[in-house]
């Protein structure tokens, strides 16, 4: 079955390149050119991902945003204009869940929407949920984690938070981002259960290996950093 991507965005030229490149891709794509058909198109279309422009006339990427958010958590995708990385962080804190950099390469949107929708559940292509990086294995259909060659006991909501943000490595998660994706939408938490996690998954994790970390991002969250070294 075709995974259906939305497409808001009012320079046509723009969409028009990301709906051919997408449909040849195999996706069925639907274009809204402003915000307010964005919202029409989200209801009727039913996506499995948003491609979402940030400037639109009728309504504004963030207010589509919100109302997409209202109704429940597709992921999206915002499109930014170069060097607005304000605009990043309050996407990622209005609950978007990746953002590409204009002017992008198709290849990178393709590369980002089946991130995204791998992290979803959306795309499973029935391998198994395991990462592997340096002295490092989540295992998350045995539950097991393996660091530096030993099986470390670890609770389950620390192992599928770990391998959350390893699954999407260098990516940046809002701690309501990972309370939402990892506790669920119902889960009556606050932020701090993230930052306990991520200490006691630390105490587990230090110094094990150079070539990744888990790293706090000031004011905005998590991330799980790889280096190539
Ligand atoms: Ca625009």
Do not use: C
Not at 27 to 39: H, I, L, M, P, W
Not at 120 to 149: A, I, R
């Amino acid at each position: 079955m075709a995974r259906k991507v939305l497409i808001v965005e009012d320079e046509n030229n723009i969409a028009e390149l990301l709906h051919l490149y997408l449909e040849k891709e195999g996706f069925e794509t639907d274009v809204a050119g402003d915000g307010g058909k964005g919202v029409e198109r989200f209801r009727a279309f039913r996506p499995d991902l948003v491609l979402l422009d940030i400037m639109l006339p009728v309504m504004d990427g963030w207010s589509v945003l919100k109302k997409i958010r209202e109704e429940d958590n597709t992921p999206v995708i915002m499109l930014t204009a170069k060097g607005e990385t304000d605009d990043k962080v309050s996407g990622l804190e209005m609950g978007a869940d990746d953002y590409i950099v204009k002017p992008f390469e198709m290849k990178e949107v393709l590369a980002r929407i089946h991130a995204v929708l791998r992290r979803f559940g959306v795309e499973e292509g029935g391998e198994e949920k395991k990462l592997s990086y340096d002295k490092l294995t989540v295992n998350l259909d045995s539950y097991e984690l393996m660091v530096d060659g030993r099986r470390v006991d670890t609770p389950p909501k620390e192992l599928e938070l770990l391998y959350h943000l390893a699954s999407a490595p260098n990516r940046v998660f809002t701690r309501n981002q990972l309370l939402d994706e990892v506790w669920g939408f119902d889960y009556f938490g606050d932020s701090r259960t993230v930052d306990v996690h991520i200490k006691r998954l630390r105490e587990k994790l230090e110094g094990v290996s150079s070539q990744w970390s888990l790293k706090t991002v000031w004011g905005v969250g998590y991330k799980f950093e790889v280096t190539n070294s």
